[in-house]
């Protein structure tokens, strides 16, 4: 059955060119827990212009897809528009080698980034790798691990907000910080990374330090959406653990309290790193949410710290 679409046209303010915007009418969302419900309308804007005319028909009702790695989906799906910035216009790159200044569109896929970007000699990103996103995901989460994270390399990113208004900001006007970025509000189109030159043998062996760490440590082969929750900070200095103020393993607190193994469904902690959820065939989303609702009060009463996720749960408004 093909899907019901909803051709709009679209004209470019500076050529007067026109051009078809297709919404699709319930459509699947990837993600890469593989599990969740459908979009009661989805977008695949092919310019700038084809954007922020989605933004002026959302009504406020508005969210972007990446590359749906850290996003499940309610089993009963989601209402307003989703917009996936996956075609030509959002996943250009351009490098200056000279200057070390790369810009990425945000639906650029950030592990090639990576791999290109190491193999051109601009270091700065390699420490990123294994890492499933795409530029503007992983930009307005943070994205990092124990490696370094994302923040540490923008120079400037390029949006647009939720009137359809273009918007540049510098590094330093971003309220960047753990897994946080205040750009939520805003839509992210492109990013400029300021990189270094390094010579590219040193880069691949870091790289290949960086994959071999996850691979040892993380259930990569697993379906899973990366790390679920944030890693907290204590409130109060906990025996064996830190002291208040100390940022700890949400992983190490969950397997402290037994939760390796726990399974709601077709969803379980992995006995990896207690910090993924995996899926089997079968599993829904509310399996996956019980589960996380499982193991945050856990944690909770154990050691009186409330986990944040880092995975991200869409719902109907």
Request: hydrophobic share 40%; net charge negative.
């Amino acid at each position: 059955m093909k899907p019901v679409v909803e051709m709009i046209r679209v004209v470019e303010d500076r050529t007067m060119t026109s051009e078809e915007l297709m919404i699709e009418k319930d459509a699947p969302i990837p993600t890469w827990f593989g599990i969740g419900g459908r979009a009661d309308r989805l977008a695949r804007p092919t310019s700038a212009e084809q954007l922020r005319e989605c933004v002026r028909r959302a009504e406020g009702k508005l969210r972007v897809l990446g590359d749906g790695a850290n996003l499940l989906v309610d089993d009963d799906g989601t209402d307003g528009l989703i917009v996936s910035l996956s075609g030509k216009t959002f996943t250009g790159v351009h490098q200056e080698k000279a200057s070390g200044r790369v810009v990425a569109g945000a639906g650029t896929n950030l592990p090639k980034l990576i791999t290109d970007t190491v193999r051109q000699g601009l270091a700065g990103l390699e420490g990123l790798g294994g890492i499933p996103a795409t530029i503007g995901g992983a930009v307005i989460m943070n994205a990092g691990g124990a490696f370094g994270q994302i923040s540490e390399s923008v120079a400037i990113v390029h949006a647009i907000d939720r009137d359809a208004n273009g918007v540049v900001l510098g590094r330093d006007e971003i309220d960047f910080s753990y897994r946080h970025s205040g750009l939520r509000d805003l839509i992210i189109t492109s990013v400029e990374f300021d990189l270094r030159e390094e010579d590219p043998a040193a880069l691949r062996a870091r790289l290949k330090e960086v994959m071999e760490y996850k691979k040892g440590s993380q259930p990569m082969a697993d379906q899973s959406a990366g790390c679920v929750w944030k890693n907290p900070t204590l409130t109060a200095d906990t025996a064996d653990i830190g002291a208040a103020g100390d940022r700890v393993s949400a992983g190490m607190l969950i397997d402290r309290t037994g939760c390796k193994g726990l399974s709601v469904g077709g969803a379980s902690v992995s006995p990896r790193h207690a910090n993924f959820v995996v899926t089997q065939i079968g599993a829904k989303a509310r399996d996956v949410i019980e589960l996380m609702e499982q193991t945050k009060l856990r944690v909770m009463e154990k050691f009186g710290v409330m986990l944040e996720p880092e995975v991200v749960v869409w719902r109907r408004h």
